[in-house]
């Protein structure tokens, strides 16, 4: 089975989020960048898939030389090679143009996704995948256990679950608990140093979206603070003052 | 005037309340408004939209449309969007949503934009404005291609509401054996009336609660306020409340106008996942917590104290 797992490269999830540039530029000064959590899930199953199954499991970014590092740590989580499409990600379409080129090359079995980015949260690049290769996708997924040619998931609807089955190959943006995170062994950090990270060129795209300028939204007020012996204090001003009750 | 479709989703046979939200803004964005609705909805329900700002609905009612089919329901969109020539189609963002508008976005070559919170602004292009970085930000992003898909944020447009009924229409789109390539085996809905991405308020529990035996109080507010209960990460990876509750970055994303939190330190992880809420109510023990720092309103105490009167204090102004 070949599994491709699609990873972002985010600033990690305690980031203090500014912009330069007249609010046209993301401030990465002093920011840490992570995989993005959602991804770093699809990329822990694929792993233990690999281990039950049977499989190889490549990542693919899409991204300037930056996320190298980020990469690297998922080859060190357990994935046998990867591929950067040398780019910057400008958005969720030409991400999933890129993605969809890279994988009719490669005829994966799998192609799992996390159910969001953290920076744009889409929610969309899985779908577009998918219907761009002609194949399911599904999301968010969280459980996914594959029998033969057969998957077995549990998606979540809002409010409950929805069980599903779907024939290989297709697409699945995962959340958890479809497996838990893990942390890189130091054997797995030393052997991710020599897996193959092939760099690819983007192909061509229309762009269909243009980005005008960020903003920041309003600061927050005080905390109104209110006695605990009085908490009827609090449910009045919910009536009165903020009027939500 | 120009033809805008609405994605309008709907739960045992009820639209959901984004649903009449992403009719409304359709209806603002001033043109011919036309729901696509999926599966069994009564009459009534589906001349309801038209309260909303819907002109017509077109009922594609066939049974095996009833569960969120996202092929078959991205295959019925597409065609809807040539039956009536539509330039825009109008999504509520939601699980369901975001796979379905993805796939008519690649299907129909539409620019795509999730998560917005405003109206476009047309005096140059077409701007609109997108919540991202889970709510630390806003971007304005130009829609450029002719066709436009417009995934709305959920409590960001008001709902409006003109008595206007709709005319309904069936519809029978194409549909084939790829688009129901996923067969549904079966569906588990949660316990409890109100669902937690759709409540106006919700309570939500965290470790300070020390285990799952304690959450008696949490619905007993709940139930009291009419609101949907929701939980921390570890109170979630713990065990002690489903993972559908489980709110924040990494979880469900409310934006309810009251969101109490009760022995929830405030991780910024968590802070991501409520602060679009129009109001936060912070309970805890300590006066340190970052939560007071989000918060509206805060109360320093005992969470098994302050909780207990504080259903009282509710009770008494329900009476
Ligand atoms: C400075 C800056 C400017 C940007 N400008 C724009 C913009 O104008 N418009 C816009 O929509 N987005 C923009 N992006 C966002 C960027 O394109 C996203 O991070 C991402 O590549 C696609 O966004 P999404 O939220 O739709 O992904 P989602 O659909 O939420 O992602 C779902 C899944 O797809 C996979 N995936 C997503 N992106 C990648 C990737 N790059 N490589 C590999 N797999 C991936 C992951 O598995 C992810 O979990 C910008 C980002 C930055 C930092
Ligand atoms: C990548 C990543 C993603 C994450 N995503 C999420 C997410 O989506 N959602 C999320 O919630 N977390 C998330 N987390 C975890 C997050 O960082 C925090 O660890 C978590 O939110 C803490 O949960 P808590 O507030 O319930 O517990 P704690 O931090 O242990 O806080 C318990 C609080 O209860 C108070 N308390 C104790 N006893 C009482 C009492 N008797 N009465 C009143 N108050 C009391 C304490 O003072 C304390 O403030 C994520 C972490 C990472 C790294």
Same mark, same amino acid.
């Not at chain 2, 300070?208 to 959450?215: A, D, H, Q, S």
């Not at chain 2, 300590?286 to 939560?291: I, K, S, V, W």
């Given at each position: 089975m070949k599994i491709l797992v699609c990873i972002t490269h985010v600033p990690d999830t305690t980031s203090k989020i500014s912009f330069t540039d007249n609010n046209t530029k993301f401030d990465s000064s002093g920011v840490q960048y992570i995989i993005g959590p959602y991804d770093d899930y699809a990329l822990a199953r694929a792993v233990e898939l690999k281990e039950s199954n049977g499989a190889t499991v490549t990542v693919l970014n899409v991204g300037t030389s930056e996320t190298e590092p980020t990469i690297r740590k998922a080859l060190a989580i357990g994935a046998d090679d990867a591929i950067r499409v040398d780019a910057f990600p400008e958005n969720g379409h030409f991400v999933a143009e890129q993605i969809a080129h890279i994988a009719k090359e490669n005829n994966y079995d799998l192609i799992l996704m996390g159910r969001e980015s953290i920076d744009y949260n889409g929610g969309a690049v899985h779908g577009m995948v998918g219907e761009m290769l002609g194949l399911p996708s599904l999301s968010p997924v969280m459980t996914l256990d594959i029998e033969g040619n057969t998957a077995k998931m549990a998606r979540e609807i809002e409010g409950g679950k929805e069980y599903v089955e779907v024939d290989l190959p297709f697409v699945a943006g995962c959340q958890e608990p479809i497996a838990e995170w893990k942390i890189p062994n130091m054997r797995g950090i030393m052997t991710a140093r020599t897996k193959p990270l092939n760099v690819v060129e983007a192909v061509d795209t229309t762009e269909k979206t243009e980005l005008k300028n960020y903003e920041l939204p309003p600061e927050k007020g005080d905390c109104k603070m209110i006695d605990p012996d009085n908490v009827e204090e609090l449910v009045d001003l919910l009536k009165n003052e903020a009027k939500v009750l | 005037m120009s033809s805008i479709l609405v994605f309008a989703e709907s739960t045992d046979g009820k639209f959901k309340k984004t649903s009449r939200e992403a009719v409304s803004y359709a209806a603002e964005l001033g043109g011919d408004v036309t729901a696509v609705a999926f599966g069994d909805i009564e009459q009534s329900e589906l001349e309801s939209l038209g309260n909303n700002g819907a002109g017509k609905v077109l009922h594609a009612g066939d049974d095996k449309l009833n569960q969120g089919v996202i092929q078959a329901y991205a295959s019925a969109l597409a065609q809807a969007v040539e039956q009536t020539g539509a330039e825009i189609v109008v999504f509520s963002k939601s699980s369901l949503g975001d796979a379905v508008a993805a796939r008519l976005a690649a299907k129909i070559g539409a620019a795509l934009a999730s998560n917005v919170v405003s109206l476009p602004d047309t005096s140059n292009g077409f701007v609109v404005k997108r919540s991202i970085y889970t709510n630390k930000a806003f971007v304005n992003v130009d829609m450029k291609e002719g066709k436009k898909i417009i995934a709305v944020k959920k409590n960001a447009v008001g709902i409006k509401e003109d008595g206007g009924s709709a005319t309904v229409e069936s519809f029978s789109p194409d549909l084939g054996d790829t688009d129901f390539a996923v067969k549904i085996t079966k569906t588990e809905k949660a316990e409890g009336d109100v669902l937690l991405p759709e409540a106006d308020i919700v309570v939500s529990g965290g470790r $300070?609660?020390? $285990? +799952? &035996?304690?959450?008696d109080m949490v619905e007993e507010l709940a139930s009291e306020l009419g609101a949907a209960t929701g939980c921390s990460k570890p109170v979630s990876d713990m065990g002690w409340r489903p993972h559908h509750e489980h709110v924040g970055q990494t979880g469900v994303k409310v934006a309810p106008s009251l969101y109490i939190a009760i022995g929830i330190s405030g991780a910024i992880q968590h802070l991501a996942g409520v602060n679009a809420s129009k109001v936060l109510v912070a309970i805890n023990k300590? +006066? &340190?917590? +970052?939560?007071f720092k989000a918060a509206d309103y805060g109360i320093v105490g005992d969470a098994f104290e302050v909780v207990p009167k504080l259903i009282d204090a509710v009770k008494a102004s329900n009476d």
């Open positions: - | $300070g609660l020390k $285990g +799952p &035996e304690n959450w300590d +006066p &340190e917590a +970052p939560f």
